[in-house]
Structure formats: C-alpha cells, structure tokens
C-alpha cells in the first residue's frame, strides 16, 4: 500500500549548520509533497509544499528537492536556529482527499 | 483566530466511557479531515467529509467510532465504549478542494 519513509528519526546540529531530512514515498501517483513543523503539544503547521511539475522551492532558510523518478524529496534548513528545533513531518499525497505522512524526524538545534 | 478549531483539548476519560470531539474547519472549507497521532508517529488518516458527505473511512476505525459533519460546516467524532488504546491526539483538518490541509491543534485523549 501507500508508504511514506522518513530519515533520520532524530537529528542533532549545532546553530549555524544545515540540517536535511529525507523522505521516499511508494505511490508514482502522488503529486504534492507537503512539510509540516510541529512543537511539542502544538498542531502541525505547514512550511513548505512542492508539486510533482517542480523539481526545487525554496523559502528564506528552507528548501525542498524533488527527485520524481527515484520518488524522494528532501527538506533542507540553512542557518539553523534554536527555534527551528521541533519533528518535521514530510507527506505526500496524489491529490486527493488522503496524505500519507511520514514517522517524523525530531530535529534539535544545539545553542 | 480563524484557523480550524477544536475542542475540547483535553479528555480524561475512564475505560468504557463514550467521548465526543468537535471540530470547526476554516470557513468556506469544504473539505474536513480527521487524523490520529500517537506519540513518535506521524499523522494517521481516519476519514473525510466533503461538505457533508463522509466520502471514506479508514480500516483503522473501528465501529466504535463515528464521525458527523451535518450541515457541512463543523463536525464531530465520537468513540464510544473507549479503550486504553484509543488514547491519542484526535487531530482535524481542513482544506479548500483538494489544496493544502491546515490542522486544528487537536484534542488529546487519555483513557484510564
């Protein structure tokens, strides 16, 4: 069935570095490719999204590729910052009413 | 705020008991998601309504769960005869057609 994996499940940077999560999904149907941030308690919320017609967006600090044939897309943060620490979920879906998401990476910016 | 709202935040309930979740989507949202989030995982997808017809209804809930959305504006999801298992974050969302989802900040459930 439908699968979203992502790598790693934790990371630790020191502030200033860059920081990239990974994520492979399994349906060749799924076109929109969604990141979300969530704190501790607090709701997921989106950060960045990119389509299957595109293959890199970014947005300040934050950027997502997009490797179609190999079904992978990345998230890339620049100049971290403490308050970037936070699980990064990635998603995908083929634009319908259902996203796949991933297991989450829980990122922690050392000050 | 007029983001997607839930409520309540909290539920503490004991093993048996029937709770019910209310949620609120963004306005002119006619689309409205229900997740489960358990600690350590990301978002599981547990049924749809477009406006106020629930379109499906995954196989990861059980028929002590049912969700409402009848006039096509908020909806509610209630669990009936709750289990220790069923304890989770409770999250909804809600979309225009099928663009970006935004999430409530959810409504957790402890069952003791």
């Known amino acids: 069935g439908e699968n979203v994996e992502q790598h790693p499940s934790t990371l630790s940077v020191q502030e200033g570095d860059s920081a990239v999560i990974k994520c492979t999904y399994s349906?060749?149907?799924?076109?929109?490719f969604p990141w979300y941030k969530q704190e501790l308690g607090k709701r997921p919320q989106l950060i960045i999204d990119?389509?299957?017609?595109?293959g890199e967006k970014k947005d300040q600090r934050i950027a997502v590729t997009l490797n179609k044939t190999a079904k992978h897309f990345s998230l890339h943060i620049t100049e971290t910052q403490p308050e970037d620490s936070a699980v990064y979920f990635c998603?995908?879906?083929?634009?319908?009413?259902?996203?796949?998401f991933g297991t989450g990476t829980r990122l922690k910016v050392l000050a | 705020d007029t983001g997607v709202s839930q409520n309540p935040r909290h539920k503490i309930t004991k093993r048996g008991q029937n709770v019910t979740f209310r949620c609120d989507p963004i306005?002119?949202?006619?689309?409205l998601y229900w997740y489960r989030q358990t600690l350590g995982q990301g978002p599981e997808f547990l049924t749809y309504?477009?406006?106020?017809?629930?379109?499906?209804k995954s196989r990861l809930l059980s028929d002590r769960f049912s969700a409402e959305r009848p006039k096509g504006s908020f909806s509610t999801l209630e669990i009936q005869r709750t289990e220790q298992g069923d304890s989770a974050m409770y999250l909804c969302?809600?979309?225009?057609?099928?663009?970006?989802?935004?999430f409530g900040e959810g409504s957790w459930l402890t069952v003791v």
């Open positions: 306005s002119e949202h006619n689309r």
């Open positions: 349906d060749s149907a799924s076109n929109y």
């Open positions: 990119i389509r299957s017609n595109v």
């Open positions: 969302a809600s979309s225009f057609n099928g663009n970006t989802i935004y």
């Open positions: 998603a995908a879906t083929s634009g319908t009413y259902k996203y796949i």
């Open positions: 309504f477009q406006n106020e017809a629930q379109l499906e």
